[in-house]
């Protein structure tokens, strides 16, 4: 980072910027010109205010030479981050698939569906156990009793359990759950992103609707901070002027954020497109663009489901979906467990 400090500031003001500076453990380096005085910080200054600085009257600007994301910075660690999901790996050269319905409806439905994606292939369940519903008519999930029921499919099929948090309230709820899942409308959460973080399980960080993929790798840096690095993000299409979809997949943060971070990243191509046709040959453009792995809904009626059927796969589409995905898979050089 670097301040540019305006020559017609006083001494006095000057020596307390420095100061400043170096109590929060930085060195800084004095560059005087003509007409100002630039000031080269260097350490970590991810916690640097920029604003509080720049509204000083003796500043005239300060900017960034590096991103203010240090713990989910590819710079500072080349090397690709494994998240190791009782035995299921995600990142580097391994591929997963998480599957399941949009949300638990009862204990028949949740194990039939866990014994279809298995048989198919999938190596973690899915299933929403609190739902954030945009109508508060809407079908809210089954809350505990929905985490119980994933806990009784993982019993019966072996299959880690992927879940949404949408509260502080609930973290006790979650000790058993395998992957804590924070949602699109979560995802700038910072006090739930701080306590997941602290929990040390695997968390999977869904992108906001009208985020940035910046936003997105300072949300992951809230559960970096706080000493948890399983972290995995999820692109799940964002809000753009289209309407024959229910969000556009933003296929391109695949590789932009493989440039930026070494987060692992996963697409979800239900939420992105809404549209049962669209989700395989979506899933199959998210092979391609080298993501690491997909959380696709599956429902064993989706016409009855409680929520989010119409983008639904059934069980024999999914099993279509995943054989096509395992031919794909060896042209980007990817490993899958079946």
């Known amino acids: 980072m670097i301040i540019v400090v305006k020559n017609s500031c006083d001494k006095s003001q000057f020596d307390n910027l420095i100061e400043w500076v170096k109590d929060l453990g930085l060195d800084v380096h004095t560059s005087r010109g003509e007409t100002s005085t630039v000031l080269g910080l260097v350490g970590d200054t991810s916690r640097v205010d920029m604003d509080l600085i720049g509204s000083l009257d003796i500043v005239e600007k300060v900017q960034r030479v590096q991103e203010s994301y240090k713990n989910a910075n590819r710079k500072f660690h080349p090397e690709d981050t494994i998240v190791d999901i009782c035995g299921h790996k995600v ?176 697409i979800d191509p239900s939420h992105s497109t809404g549209v049962n046709k669209f989700v395989t040959p979506m899933s199959l453009a998210s092979v391609g663009a080298g993501a690491d792995g997909l959380i696709v809904e599956v429902h064993n009626d989706p016409k009855k489901a409680l929520c989010d059927g119409a983008q639904s796969l059934n069980p024999e589409q999914f099993d279509t979906l995943m054989q096509k995905v395992r031919q794909m898979l060896p042209i980007v050089d990817r490993t899958y467990e079946k």
């Open 91 to 266: 990142g580097g050269k391994n591929f997963q698939v998480i599957a399941g319905p949009c949300s638990v409806e009862s204990e028949s439905q949740i194990i039939e569906v866990a014994k279809a994606v298995k048989k198919s292939g999938a190596t973690m369940l899915r299933g929403g156990a609190f739902k954030p519903r945009t109508s508060p008519y809407a079908f809210q999930g089954l809350k505990g009793t929905g985490i119980e029921l994933l806990i009784k499919a993982k019993k019966e099929t072996g299959l880690p359990i992927v879940t949404e948090l949408l509260s502080v309230n609930d973290l006790d709820l979650f000790k058993d759950v395998d992957v804590i899942q924070i949602g699109a409308r979560n995802m700038q959460n910072f006090e739930l992103l701080k306590e997941v973080g602290k929990m040390g399980k695997p968390i999977l960080l869904k992108r906001g609707l009208a985020n940035t993929l910046q936003e997105l790798l300072m949300s992951a840096e809230y559960i970096l901070a706080e000493g948890n690095d399983q972290v995995i993000l999820c692109e799940r299409g964002i809000r753009t002027f289209e309407t024959m979809t229910r969000n556009t997949l933003d296929l391109s943060a695949v590789p932009a954020l493989k440039e930026k971070t070494h987060l692992p990243i996963i």
